[in-house]
């Protein structure tokens, strides 16, 4: 602290030998009071330590205004909830019971009325090329939060120019402008925006308990919150290096003493940190390097750059010591939550550590990548339908972990809980695995693989599926895994009356279907008594005729007579008895505007919930076609039939 008070007393002519008290200023050095220097340095100072303190004033009133819409939050989520599934009345319900839910329909019109209004001009993508596939909601944030610091950046300052001497060099003089305490407005928002970056990008998000929104949810924010805060630190050290190179005076000799101060040399070390952190976030440095090095690389150099922000001004620790805190603390959970789930008994009857062994079911494809298939089960609580784990798969590599979404029900049974994924093999990991389970299961009929799990994350995205909801799932791909437990789960209720439930889903190839052929199986038995309509799109294959459901050809009929299987252990996509399976017209990609727009028009009554996961440019297309089925004015009438959201999955979304 002396040290800095030296450095300071030199680039702010202040005299702490003359002073006869010390004015604090949080964040700040004490100020030597009174000031014995010329009448320009004295209102030059008066400056600087003026705009610091409101510097200070406005980074208290961002966090008092992020805490007030947090508190908004909360309370609107208690005062204007959405029923739950589990708490709606079924069979016959007392006068209390009535009336209860009559004043809920009450509060749910305006909530309604207002997400349906949301819904419609603010969930499509805005500005792709520019901030990616990102809804007008979240860009909204982004520019509420960016105008805020705009405006906050100049307000305040005093702008004037100072000329003043330069002791024991006459003739020489300095010029002082509000240069200087703008740079440090710039600086101090920096260090205050530091803890909000992290608490964005943490997986065990307090931001999650608060809201209830999935932590993903808040990667937009972060990523943009991180270049403002590049900006910003790349503005204050340009703003300085101006200052001591170019207007303070005599040089080069002010320049040259200034760059070699240990306060300044952290300040380089910050930003060419911040610098580095913001190359291999971009799009081309996580294609040139790789997600998992730039995944790796952001966590080390993130902590290195706030501890390189202490080592330059240590007096803004009280915004550096809460990011430290949220990182450790979510490391910590993180770690915590691993070693409960695999805390169990060993074989020798000893407790220790204990990976899950999931079976291994390979599917080849040359064209498009091998799509491998993971069965296990393990002791553990079940998960919320719409939540994931990060697997660690233990015999490629124990410093990687990938987001999976569980495709069946979380059910226990014996203290056991299933898990099962489906994954296509692109590159790096996922490479290497099904590589693996194809070698493994050419030497013997099947094969196992030790995997580390952690989590559950997420939330849950059945909690608000009553019964009057309307289901339509779209999926692309691998992306079935995340619809198909909301499936699974309508399937084991009570058939509810007029309610519409829709599968569409796009393949590539016709023997897709064999990934979840048990799953699918299990719809197809449900389909009859619960009306599940299920359209499957083929769209690397050529016009096929296969019969489907509709053409009157029974189950037994079609097993018999297209019986077989390239896999081991796996019936024939041709033994489900699921509608359309590449029927001619259904060798393309799903025409989504249309297919939306009609299953809406042809719901009955109630609200209608789209559940989608797959490519970036599918959901994209969702959100348009969605947010146009909205309408505000529709829903505060009564219609329910325009209350239409979209439950999506955008992990991988950029």
């Known amino acids: ?25 949080w964040g700040y050095v004490d100020r030597a009071v009174p000031c014995t220097n010329d009448a320009g340095s004295c209102a030059y100072l008066d400056q600087v330590y003026g705009s610091h303190d409101l510097s200070m004033l406005y980074s208290g009133i961002l966090w008092a205004t992020i805490g007030g819409i947090l508190l908004l939050w909360t309370i609107g989520r208690r005062v204007f909830s959405s029923p739950r599934a589990d708490e709606v009345p079924t069979g016959s319900a007392t006068d209390n019971e009535r009336q209860a839910v009559k004043t809920i329909s009450r509060r749910s019109r305006i909530r309604m009325t207002a997400e349906a209004l949301v819904r419609r001009y603010l969930l499509p993508d805005s500005v792709r090329f520019v901030f990616g596939r990102t809804t007008r909601l979240q860009v909204l944030i982004l520019a509420a939060l960016a105008a805020y610091l705009l405006a906050f950046s100049f ?48 997986r065990e998000s307090i931001l999650s308990l608060v809201t209830g929104l999935p932590y993903q949810s808040f990667n937009f924010l972060h990523r943009w919150l991180g270049y403002i805060i590049v900006i910003q630190g790349s503005l204050h050290t340009i703003g300085w290096t101006i200052i001591e190179v170019k207007l303070y005076q005599p040089q080069p000799k002010v320049a040259q003493e200034w760059i070699v101060q240990l306060y300044i040399i952290w300040g380089v070390v910050a930003q060419i940190l911040l610098l580095m952190l913001f190359a291999l976030s971009t799009p081309w440095g996580i294609r040139l390097t790789g997600y998992e090095f730039f995944r790796k690389a952001h966590y080390v150099l993130a902590m290195v750059y706030i501890g390189a922000c202490w080592g330059h001004w240590v007096n803004l620790q009280c915004f550096l010591i809460p990011g430290l805190a949220i990182w450790a603390l979510d490391r910590g959970i993180r770690f915590f939550r691993s070693a409960l789930i695999h805390y169990q008994y060993l074989p020798d009857g000893t407790m220790g550590f204990k990976t899950a062994q999931a079976s291994l079911t390979h599917f080849t494809d040359e064209e498009h990548g091998d799509v491998v298939r993971m069965d296990f089960k393990h002791p553990q609580d079940p998960w919320m339908v719409g939540q994931h784990f990060y697997l660690t798969f233990a015999e490629s590599s ?45 030497a013997a009929p099947s094969a196992t693989t030790p995997l580390i799990l952690s989590g559950s994350y997420g939330e849950s995205i059945v909690d608000n599926l009553t019964p009057d909801v309307n289901v339509l799932c779209v999926a692309g791909g691998t992306g079935i895994t995340y619809v198909l437990p909301v499936l699974l789960r309508l399937a084991e209720q009570p058939c509810v009356k007029d309610r519409r439930i829709q599968l569409v889903w796009a393949v590539r190839k016709k023997q897709d279907t064999q990934w979840i052929e048990k799953e699918l199986d299990t719809i197809r038995r449900a389909a009859k008594i619960h009306k599940i309509e299920v359209h499957i799109y083929v769209t690397k294959e050529a016009s096929s005729k296969t019969p489907s459901i509709s053409d009157g050809m029974s189950e037994k009929e079609m097993a018999t007579k297209e019986a077989g299987s390239s896999v081991k252990g796996v019936r024939s996509e041709s033994s489900l008895d699921v509608q359309k399976i590449g029927s001619q017209g259904f060798d393309r990609h799903p025409e989504l505007d249309k297919l939306v727009a009609e299953f809406v028009e042809g719901t009955v009554r109630g609200s209608t919930a789209v559940y989608a996961s797959g490519p970036g440019s599918m959901i994209s297309d969702l959100r348009t076609i969605v947010a146009s089925c909205n309408s505000g004015a529709k829903v505060w009438q009564g219609n329910e039939r325009y209350d239409v959201r979209l439950v999506c999955d955008d992990r991988l979304e950029w």
């Open 398 to 442: 124990i410093w990687q972990s990938h987001p999976f979404t569980p495709l069946n029900l979380p059910k226990v049974q014996d203290g056991l809980v299933s898990h099962s994924y489906v994954f296509r093999a692109k590159k790096g990991e996922t490479k290497k695995i099904a590589a693996l389970a194809a070698k493994k299961l050419a």
């Open 155 to 202: 307000a305040g300052i005093v702008y004037q120019t100072w000329i003043t001497p330069v002791k024991n060099s006459p003739g020489v003089y300095n010029t002082r402008t509000s240069l200087g305490p703008w740079s440090d407005r710039v600086g101090v928002l920096a260090y205050a925006l530091t803890p909000l970056s992290v608490m964005l990008s943490s």
């Open 1 to 25: 602290m002396a040290t800095m008070e030296n450095h300071l007393a030199a680039r702010h002519i202040q005299n702490f030998s003359e002073a006869s008290s010390l004015e604090k200023h």
